[in-house]
């Protein structure tokens, strides 16, 4: 009776058949499980079409009967790699191949399920083969070394990552920057991301120490935005005081007037007159925002020249904060000082340069602030020789809060 082959080629002797050569068969097979179970194949696949493995009884020369295939060669094409029908087992393959060509792997004949790697996949694959008759499958098993390599790409569907670090940034799925990160050595806050239930908003917090706030910085002139429209951002901000929301001081008050420019078709303006040679004051009062950090302010003065002469005036402004019980009667702060010069031209808007800081004297929440503006005519830095027409000062304040809750 003749030897037979089992499927991948290992040689089934007849009871006393092979007498004086049984070793040499034996040891054959040895070496042939060896290779099954551990041996390595490098298959050259250059170009493209078909690759058939094949299975060699008795033989260690079949490329189908090597547990781990190596595929070199630069393709040219798509290349397609068949393995025998009824073999069934398992393979490691890897795709040592260059270009960008896709590789499937595939039973000789039939329609059983197949296998490939992308085009950019050049990584490793662990396959199971059915061994069904005529119909033979080959399935890429869930797990093993295919799933992640250091230098494929591949995408991960229903993965828990436990723990993970991220690099310098998170790339959307055309490769273009999504998230960058920043790492801070020795960081003890972080953000956490909350999701919610139905007919609630998922959370973003800072955690961390016991009070930590959360920055977030538009670059260069943009803005925070919250649907269409911008968020409102603690820091500077602005007041305006028309000459029409002020009052002569009772003592050494400047003038209120309605200046006429062109009848009818031009602005009138509203101004308080600023005397050449006495110094004069005007007065007004705010109650800032509880979100004001109670710290220094400053301002612009808005004017116009009653004359065409290009002298320097000199504006002060100084105030207090008078809070609730306290009495009004008490002095003011510290005046501070702007110079501006005359333009030459009568009825031409002039804008001042920012003051330096103005310190509000008892400064405090729930407060109401008390301010004297005031030009120091007379004193040897002003010398603009016309009435100066006071249209309004800016104010410029600091708050630290969000809102005035």
Known sequence: MASTFTDLGLELMATGENAGTWGTKTNANLSLIEQLTGGVL???????GTTALTIQDGALTGTAQQRIIELTGALTGSRVLTFPLLTETFYIIKNGT???????LKAASGSGATVTF???????KLIYL???????????????VGDVTL???????????????IGTKIADTNGNELLLLTATGSAVNEFTLANASTGNGPTLSATGETNVGININPKGTGVLKSGSGAVKIAGLETMWIPASAM?????????PEQIETTANSAPDMKVFDFDASTKQHTQFSVAFPKSWNEGTITYQCFWTPSTTNT???LFRLSAVSVADGA?????????VEITDAGVGTVEDQQVSAVSGAVTVKSAAVDTQTYFKFAREAGAGGDTFTGEARVLGIKLFFTTDAANDA
């Open 118 to 124: 992308a085009a950019d996949n050049k990584g490793y």
């Open 130 to 144: 059915d061994g069904v008759a005529t119909n033979t499958g080959v399935f890429e098993m869930p797990f093993g």
């Open 98 to 104: 260059t270009n960008a060509q896709t590789l499937q």
């Open 311 to 313: 002298g320097n005036c």
């Open 151 to 165: 230098t494929g790409t591949q995408t991960l569907t229903n993965k828990t990552l436990t723990s993970p670090t």
């Open 42 to 48: 490098s298959l050259a696949v250059a170009g493209s």
């Open 327 to 335: 009495t009004i009667d008490v002095t003011f702060g510290t005046e």
């Open 247 to 255: 009052y002569a001081s009772t003592t050494n008050g400047a003038d």
